[in-house]
């Protein structure tokens, strides 16, 4: 096993840069780089533009830019270096989870992140915890009364609330109690309050869960059908099998018979997917949720910085997502061989 978990830690490293050359080349060659971005920036708003910073001297009004205030501009953002050199250098600092800095925030990129995590994680890990805990449950429950009424049903709403974009829900759930033209229950925009600070600890809590009520039940609609059906669909195949029929022969209750010979079996697909769904869901956050409820995360951060071509913002960010995915896979390997010890490692490499 540790010469297996070696192997593949090992081939993380060129996945890992073979994601981020051809990430950096494609960003080669898109229009309306940064220097771009900067100069339409400087002519726009001139020494009112906060984003501009200390190249704001540089733009010489009507006149626009000589050649050489635009190579102290290349320079500014480094690329008045080779490509390749560039790259490596890239490469070097973030081997050292050094990121560099965003050319439009006055931040390095490291605690841009860190600073967007908060929204991230509540919307990741709220949706992720509902899903789990309800789904399984209902999945067991329609796998054995399947083909029943309430099978027929719960599969309807459940299919019914797949079809439904987690943003027009979120639309809908807003107009419906955001103080629109019907109720006003929950709040509009942001994770907490304005006087949170201010509150009672119990008051925290409670105002904390009144604002992501409506966002989280945005994303984790959608996603009740695709775990829902896994689990119905694991616990079936597993029923049907002999060994359940030979415990049922030998007189065992049903809940026995589920609870010890069928749960652990069925589980695996669902279990060796928890490492990648848990770390998947720190940054689970939709674009359109967040615009939708004016939610500060990580998703409208690559969003705007794949807009305003911010490259170390959005190449920072993929090598952090990258390598976490990389790490969810191992994980989910390991997990394979803890929940049932006959899957051998050499047979994965087969």
């Known amino acids: 096993m540790a010469a297996y978990i070696l192997k593949r830690l090992m081939l993380m490293i060129p996945t890992l840069f073979g994601v981020m050359l051809v990430t950096f080349i494609v960003t080669q060659f898109v229009p309306g780089g940064p220097v771009e971005q900067m100069i339409n920036q400087l002519q726009g708003h001139g020494a009112g533009s906060e984003a501009a910073g200390s190249t704001v001297q540089l733009y010489r009004g009507n006149k626009g830019l000589d050649d050489e205030k635009l190579k102290e501009l290349n320079a500014i953002y ?63 429950t329609k796998a054995m009364r399947d083909g029943s009424r309430f ?57 904390y869960l009144w604002h992501i009520t409506l966002p989280v039940i945005s994303l984790t609609v959608g996603s009740f059908a695709v775990m829902t059906m896994l689990t119905k669909n694991s616990f079936i195949e597993e029923i049907r099998k002999q060994y359940v029929i030979t415990a049922r022969a030998k007189g065992l209750t049903e809940n026995a018979v589920l609870y010890k010979h069928i749960f652990r079996n069925a589980m695996i697909p669902l279990v060796t997917g928890f490492p990648s769904a848990f770390i998947g869901a720190f940054f689970a956050g939709s674009i359109l949720i967040e615009s939708i ?3 500060d995360g990580l998703g409208l951060l690559s969003y705007e910085s794949i807009l305003k071509r911010d490259y170390p913002v959005v190449l920072g960010t993929l090598y952090l997502f990258t390598l976490l995915g990389l790490v969810a896979k191992l994980l989910t390997d390991i997990c394979y061989v803890l929940v049932d010890p006959r899957i051998q490692f050499e047979s994965m490499n087969n």
């Not at 800095?101 to 929204?119: A, G, N, R, T």
């Not at 979120?170 to 107009?175: C, E, K, N, R, W």
């Open 78 to 140: 480094g690329f008045d270096k080779p490509a390749h050199e560039r790259f490596f250098s890239m490469m070097a600092d973030y081997a050292t989870f050094d990121l560099g800095d965003s050319y439009f925030h006055q931040q390095s990129v490291m605690e841009l992140i860190i600073s967007k995590l908060p929204v991230s994680i509540t919307l990741g890990i709220w949706t992720f915890i509902l899903v789990y805990a309800l789904c399984i449950p209902l999945g067991i």
């Open 151 to 207: 099978d027929v049903v719960s599969s309807t709403v459940i299919l019914v609330g797949y079809a439904i974009p987690g943003f027009v829900l979120g639309i809908f759930l807003l107009v419906l109690f955001g103080g629109g033209s019907f109720f006003d229950v929950f709040p509009l925009r942001g994770l907490v309050s304005d006087n949170w600070e201010e509150l009672s600890w119990y008051g925290k809590i409670s105002d």
């Open 293 to 295: 409820f004016s939610l």
